[in-house]
């Protein structure tokens, strides 16, 4: 596949759902889901009162919620909220009174089938682990959805909020921040706007970047807020230079693990 694609939401269409989505009443858009991409995207806008059923899941899935709310086995999840199927188990997410629109993310790699999974893990808005602004993160702020070390799923999501910067600074610091991961990604814009290059994006515009490919990036104007999708727990980033920065070690750092809620599967009575 090539090094970054970029997938702007005027630019897709409507296709087939991939057959672990299931609703009459939601409206579908495919990012990525060719058998070549490591991760696949889909977005579904599900109507009020209407149910998503996903599952159940050949591999992983951590799904997000950008806009509304939607019931899952009884937990109420607003927009911020996230929750990871693990292969094998199926939930039916129900939109509230005003709707909802999901990003789903899924693990496509052959490695992420070997996993046992069978578990659902539900991320309320409020218990997401967060680091806010101040000097040390240059005004960013961040929380951790994911963190690759569950024993049954290694999935991966955090999701990072950047401060604007002018078109004169964001020249000016074009060339800082250029790196690479030793794993591909899937980054979601939910807010605000990314400069790459010349190139200025806006929500709901996703970019697949391979592993071990330079890229970087730097906020719009009024800032930039984004979600960041890994099939598996990352490693080192690699700067341009050659130096490396421990990821994972930097979110223990700033965060607490993420602690779930955890329905266990329904059995037969």
């Not at 997000?64 to 607003?78: C, S």
């Not at 806010?132 to 929380?143: I, M, Q, V, Y």
């Not at 697949?208 to 490919?213: F, G, L, N, S, V």
Request: proline share 6%; glycine share 12%; charged share 20%.
């Amino acid at each position: 596949m090539p090094k970054v694609q970029i997938r702007r939401p005027q630019t897709l269409k409507a296709g087939e759902k991939a057959p672990w989505y299931d609703s009459g009443a939601s409206k579908s858009r495919t990012y990525f889901d060719r058998e070549s991409e490591p991760i696949h995207l889909h977005i579904h806008d599900v109507a009020a009162g209407a149910v998503l059923a996903v599952g159940p899941v050949p591999s992983a899935c951590s799904i997000y919620i950008w806009k509304g709310t939607v019931d899952a086995e009884g937990a109420m999840l607003r927009a911020g909220s996230s929750l990871v199927v693990e292969r094998g188990r199926a939930v039916a997410l129900a939109a509230g009174a005003g709707g909802a629109t999901l990003v789903a993310f899924r693990d496509a790699t052959p490695a992420g089938v070997d996993r046992a999974g069978g578990h659902l893990h539900l991320l309320p808005a409020d218990d997401v682990p967060r680091y806010e602004k101040d000097a040390l993160t240059g005004g960013s702020s961040g929380g951790l959805h994911a963190n690759g070390e569950c024993p049954s799923c290694h999935v991966w999501l955090h999701e990072n909020h950047l401060p604007g910067m002018s078109d004169a600074e964001s020249r000016s610091r074009s060339k800082f921040g250029v790196h690479s991961h030793s794993e591909a990604e899937v980054i979601f814009i939910t807010e605000g706007s990314m400069r790459l290059g010349t190139q200025c994006v806006g929500p709901g515009t996703a970019l697949a970047i391979a592993e071990d490919t330079l890229y970087g990036f730097t906020a719009g104007p009024n800032g930039l807020s984004f979600i960041n999708f890994r099939a598996d727990r990352p490693t080192d980033v690699i700067l341009a230079d050659g130096s490396r920065m421990d990821e994972v070690g930097f979110w223990k750092k700033m965060v607490a693990e993420p602690r779930y809620i955890s329905p266990e599967p329904a059995t037969a009575g």
